[in-house]
């Protein structure tokens, strides 16, 4: 089965602009969880939907937001990017929002960078 | 505050010989703990996991300890070969309200297995 597609897989983007990501996750899988990746703060975890519900969210400001859509797939939206947004983003899917985690699996990976 | 700690950034070992990953945490409410693998480019995989309730699990090659008195887990991999070399990820859940799929990431050690 096709596993959990990120897109796109780079971009680069201009200090003040927006961003949006986009994560498909694997076919059945309800629950989409979103990280990123920066060097030496491993990863930290943004937010997780369920059934477009938002059930879950880290500790990033406001600009960061995020939605799922009724197929499951799922979009986080970066607003007035800033240098430290650099990053690797990260989405997770699984079958459902239990803490199954033998079934979390993650996508590559959209690695950002702002200029 | 980093709830989830990997003090060594990196780790090089013998082919053959034991790899020992460690971890510790400082949230007694952890419940759940895991550790997963990541390729340059990849996602991270999923390896094993464990419940607060055991403090042993393995799996082939692979063997997760848990000193909850300490708060702190190791991730054993006997023998280690080549392919094992990636960066090692633990991560911690717990649960409040319900299930969730939040996960605590430690920032990694690289683990590097020479022939």
């Known amino acids: 089965k096709a596993g959990v597609t990120q897109t796109p897989r780079y971009l680069i983007k201009t200090r003040g602009q927006q961003v949006t990501l986009s994560c498909s996750p694997i076919s059945g899988h309800r629950s989409v969880s979103w990280y990123q990746q920066t060097p030496g703060q491993g990863l930290q975890f943004l937010f997780e939907y369920f059934s477009e519900t938002q059930r879950n969210k880290g500790n990033f400001p406001g600009r960061f937001s995020g939605r799922q859509f009724s197929n499951s797939r799922s979009e986080m939206n970066v607003s007035t990017l800033e240098l430290g947004d650099s990053a690797l983003y990260l989405c997770a899917s699984s079958l459902t929002s239990d803490r199954q985690n033998y079934g979390y699996t993650f996508g590559s990976g959209t690695r950002l960078t702002v200029v | 505050d980093q709830q989830v700690k990997q003090n060594s950034p990196s780790l090089s070992v013998q082919e053959g010989r034991i790899s020992i990953l460690n971890c510790d945490y400082t949230n007694s409410m952890f419940d759940y703990f895991l550790w997963y693998k990541k390729y340059p480019a990849e996602g991270p995989t999923f390896l094993i996991s464990?419940?607060?309730?055991?403090d042993k699990n393995e799996d082939g090659r692979f063997t997760v300890f848990l000193n909850k008195s300490a708060k702190h887990l190791s991730l054993h991999i006997v023998p280690s070969q080549p392919g094992d070399s990636a960066v090692y990820f633990c991560?911690?859940?717990?649960?409040?309200?319900?299930?969730?799929?939040?996960?605590?990431f430690g920032t990694g050690t690289l683990l590097a297995v020479q022939p």
């Open positions: 464990i419940s607060s309730i055991k």
């Open positions: 991560a911690a859940s717990f649960s409040y309200g319900g299930a969730t799929n939040k996960l605590i």
